[in-house]
C-alpha cells in the first residue's frame, strides 16, 4: 500500500510541477526559510565640478546687473539669479548601469528671471545618470532690463553644445540633445532652431514664450523650426496657465517639414510640475516615456527613426 503523501505535498498537486518541486523540497527538509537578500543599492549619479563656459569672460565683456543670489525656498526650489558666470556640469552614467550614448544638455526654467536649479536641472540629470544617460546641467545667463531675453543664453547654450560635441568620442556619445523647462524650453526650441544644428533632438517640457498670443496657430519667429528640423518631444498639462498650444503647434511646425514629433498631453498637472508628480498623477509618468524615445536617438536606420 503506498505511504501517504504528507499534506503539504498533497494540496499543490494540482499546481505547475515549478511549485510542486519547490513544496517536495520544503516537505522533505523542514527548516527555516532563508532570509531574502537585501535589495541592491540603486545607483548613484555622481557629477563632476561644474566648469565655466566662458572662464576668460562673458563674450563682449557682458556683465550682471546684480550680484548672483541662491535661495532655497519652503517649497524645496533652490532658485539662482543674476547668473554672471555661466557653468556645465556633467552627471556621468551611474556605475552598474549600461551606459546610452546619448547625452542631454538641460536648461531650467524660470521666467528668465530665475533658474529652478534643482527642480528642472540636478534632479533631472541625477534621473538621467541613473538610467546610463550622459547629463549636462547648464546654468544659463539671464537677461539683463531691456535686453532680448533669450540673448545671453543663446550664447550660453550653443557654448555647452560645442563643448559636449569635443567629448563625443571621449565619452562614447552618438547624439547630443537639449531639454528645457518652460523658459528654458523656449531657450532650448531657439538653440534648436539654428542654423548650424547644434543638437541631434530637443525635448520640451511646458515650454513658454512660443506664440504671440494664446490663439495663435504661429510661432514667434525665434522658436520656428529650421529647414530639417530636428526631432522632437513635448511634455504639456492641458490646465497650465501656459497654454498647450505652445508645444501642439511646435510638434506641428515640425511633423509638417517631415521630422519626428512626440507630443503628450495630460488633463492636470499645471505648470512647473518637473518630477513632482511622479506616482501620483499620470503627468508624473513622462520620463518613463521621455528616456524611452531618447533610447532611440542613438544614430540608426533610417526606418527605425520615430
Known amino acids: 500500500m503506498m505511504e501517504a503523501m504528507p499534506a503539504c505535498l498533497s494540496r499543490l498537486m494540482l499546481r505547475s510541477g515549478i511549485l510542486l518541486g519547490l513544496a517536495f523540497t520544503s516537505c522533505a527538509q523542514p527548516q527555516a526559510a532563508d532570509t531574502p537578500a537585501p535589495p541592491a543599492p540603486a545607483p ?167 506664440l504671440p498670443d494664446p490663439s495663435s496657430s504661429q510661432l514667434v519667429e525665434e522658436v520656428a523650426p529650421a529647414d530639417a528640423p530636428v526631432p522632437a518631444f513635448l511634455v504639456h498639462a492641458l490646465n497650465d496657465r501656459i497654454p498647450a498650444r505652445n508645444s501642439v503647434v511646435y510638434a506641428e511646425a515640425v511633423a509638417a517639414q517631415g521630422v519626428a514629433a512626440e507630443v503628450h498631453l495630460y488633463a492636470r498637472g499645471g505648470h512647473g510640475f518637473g518630477l513632482t508628480q511622479r506616482g501620483k498623477l499620470p503627468v508624473g509618468d513622462w520620463p518613463q516615456l521621455w528616456m524611452e524615445w531618447l533610447r532611440r536617438r542613438a544614430p540608426q536606420p533610417a526606418a527605425a527613426q520615430n
Not at 170 to 189: N, P, Q
Open 44 to 210: 548613484q549619479a555622481t557629477p563632476s565640478a561644474p566648469e565655466l563656459l566662458w572662464p576668460d569672460g562673458n563674450p563682449g565683456g557682458w556683465q550682471a546687473e546684480e550680484a548672483e543670489t541662491q535661495t532655497m525656498g519652503g517649497d524645496g526650489v533652490l532658485r539662482i539669479a543674476h547668473v554672471e558666470q555661466p557653468s556645465l556640469q556633467y552627471y556621468a552614467p551611474a556605475p552598474g548601469v549600461p551606459p546610452q550614448p546619448v547625452a542631454v544638455i538641460i536648461c531650467p526654467g524660470g521666467g528668465y528671471r530665475i533658474l529652478a536649479m534643482n527642480k528642472e536641472g540636478t534632479d533631472i540629470a541625477e534621473l538621467l545618470a541613473t538610467h546610463g544617460f550622459h547629463a549636462f546641467v547648464l546654468k544659463y545667463r539671464l537677461p539683463n532690463q531691456g535686453e532680448l531675453r533669450y540673448r545671453p543664453g543663446l550664447e550660453d547654450t550653443l557654448q555647452a553644445a560645442q563643448r559636449v560635441r569635443a567629448r563625443q568620442d571621449e565619452l562614447g556619445i552618438e547624439a547630443v540633445g537639449i531639454l528645457g523647462f518652460s523658459a528654458g524650453g523656449h531657450l532650448a526650441a531657439v538653440t534648436a532652431a539654428q542654423p548650424q544644428r547644434p543638437v541631434d533632438f530637443v525635448s520640451l517640457v511646458y515650454p513658454a514664450y512660443f
